[in-house]
């Protein structure tokens, strides 16, 4: 008796993680077949290194999705590779960024005033 319960407790407890799984696959097929933009979110921080194609930031918490202060490379995107002319390392910046693809997209990046 204890083991069926034990099953039907685990069981009820990955429900959730199915249903938040499913909600984001709804979620990208809706961006698909509208041609919405995908969502966006803003940070500050200081940034650590630079690439041709990416720019490495250590930047605060990003409550909008649950981050905390970390430092993590975004991608510039191949069709904005001027966007990250005007930063240098050692720069506080503001920036926007999107997920795509498994990626993080930089959108905007700035000198914080």
Known sequence: ?????????????????????????????????TGQAERTFAGTGEVTALASDSVTIDHGPIAEIGWPAMTMAFKAPSSSPDLVTDVAVGDRVNFEFRESDGDHVLTSIRAAP
């Open 1 to 33: 008796m204890q083991m069926r319960i034990a099953i039907l407790i685990a069981a009820a407890s990955l429900l959730p993680l199915a249903a938040c799984g499913e909600q984001a696959s709804e979620e990208r097929s809706r961006v698909a077949e």
